[in-house]
Structures are given as structure tokens and as C-alpha cells.
């Protein structure tokens, strides 16, 4: 019977949209996390009869048709790229994007990533790094002894060197933004990928009217809510257990017709 392929898409489309809740409720503590969303379409029609067909020789036609849906298929798990609370942490280099925009990472292999994770670090040489010690881009290097470090809104880096009595200025800070952020490709790590989808990233000073302003001494927390994602855990757990129940009520249908003698 049908209905048994029809349920099992049902059930394999609810067990990804689980995965996909379990992995936002996994990270509601990660920094800068983006929670995502599990989307869905129907899947091919099977047309026994068709709407509008001609029924007799005068030309009546069949005013609604016979169509005999295939199932559902996961379509997109779009990530929600809406801005998540920021927190207090009092560490000079923890910043956080307040609006649009992400830091620019290199990576080891030559490539750019990337993030809204600001929570960064001095490696041996004094460069901004992440905390995989991936170098933040532009490069700015916060020489020893540096102290008083003070990140602008709009990504001026400065502090105060030995002996100077006004501070020196380290670098500018930068932010990227896309035309659409939803198509950028995560790979761990709070990092994500520039693709064909997302665009081309468009960099530029932060709090330019464009980009986001920058608050140093806060993190960007996960936009994870608890609540919506619990209940969405409920509503798929039912979706399945209904699909599960379709394949019982056909299975007994089919034993039925096998039994009849």
C-alpha cells in the first residue's frame, strides 16, 4: 500500500526536524550561535483523474480532479539569523556585534570564515585571534605591555604603551555583512562560509549605518529560545508518532486482506 511509503517519509522528515531542534537546544550556550529551522514540502503527485478533463461528448469537465500526494521530503534547514542577547563578561577583547555584520577570520588553509563569535585572544605574538587562534581580519597586534585596551563602537582599537601618556591607536576594526546571511555555509566551529547563495561579502567600519556597532566587554548570546524549541520538540514527536501510527493502521488493513479467505 502507498500509505506505508507516504507515513515513512512522514517519519523520516520528523526525525530530522528533531535533529535539527536537539542540535539549537545543544547550543543555547554557544557564542554567537544562529539557531536553525527545519522546512518542508510535498513531495510528487500521483493524478488519477484530472481537474477540468472532458467527461462527455457536450464538453462537461470534471470540476475537481483525483490527486494522491507521495509524501513530504525535508526541504531546507534555514538558519534564523536574528540577533541573540548580549552579556556582560568584563574581558577587554570580548566583543560583541550589536546589528548586521560578522568579524572576517583567516583560516589556515588560506580561506576567509566568517563569525559573530567576538570572544578573542592575544596568540604568543600579540595578534587578535580567535580562540582556535585563527587571526582576526584585519590583522591588528596588541604589543606587550599594552594596557587599557579600548575598542570603539565603530572598531577603533586602541591603548596605552609604557611611558605613553595618550593612547595609541592599534587598528580598525572591520565587519562583513551579505545580501543573504541565511546562505552562508557553517562549518563549525562558530564559523561560517561565504557561498554562491549568500553572496559576496561587502566589508566596511562598523556603526556606518550598514553594519552593526561593536561592544567591548559583552558576548552575543545563542538566539535560541527554550521554550519555542521544546514545543516544537512536542509538535514533531506527535507529527511522528501519527505517521508511525498510519503505517500500524495499514499494516492491519493489509494483514486483514491477507486473512480473508
Known sequence: MQALYIASTGMAAQERNVEV?????????????????AEFQDLLYQEHRRAGSQTSDTGTLVPVGIEVGSGV????????????????????????????????????????????DGSFERNADGQLVTIDG???QPGIVVPEGASDISISADGLVEAYLQGDAEPTQ???LQLANFVNTAGLKS??????????????A????????IRGD????????????????IADLI?????????????????????????LR
Open 170 to 172: 592599534l587598528g580598525q
Open 73 to 116: 521530503r525535508t526541504a531546507a534547514t534555514a538558519r534564523i539569523m536574528s540577533q541573540g542577547n548580549v552579556a556582560p563578561t568584563e574581558k577587554q577583547l570580548d566583543i560583541a556585534i550589536r546589528g548586521e555584520g560578522f568579524f572576517a577570520i583567516a583560516l589556515p588553509n588560506g580561506q576567509t570564515a566568517y563569525t559573530r
Open 134 to 136: 585563527y587571526e582576526v
Open 21 to 37: 531542534i536537539s542540535n539549537n537546544i545543544a547550543n543555547m550556550r554557544t557564542t554567537g550561535f544562529k539557531r536553525q529551522r
Open 214 to 229: 561593536l561592544m567591548q566587554g559583552y558576548l552575543e548570546l545563542a538566539n535560541v529560545n527554550a521554550v519555542t524549541e
Open 202 to 209: 561587502q566589508v566596511g567600519v562598523p556603526a556606518d549605518g
Open 235 to 259: 509538535s514533531a514527536q506527535r507529527a511522528y508518532e501519527m505517521n508511525a501510527r498510519v503505517i500500524s493502521g495499514a499494516d492491519e488493513m493489509l494483514s486483514a486482506t491477507a486473512n
Open 187 to 200: 562549518i563549525g566551529q562558530n564559523l561560517f562560509l561565504e557561498t554562491p547563495a549568500s553572496g559576496t
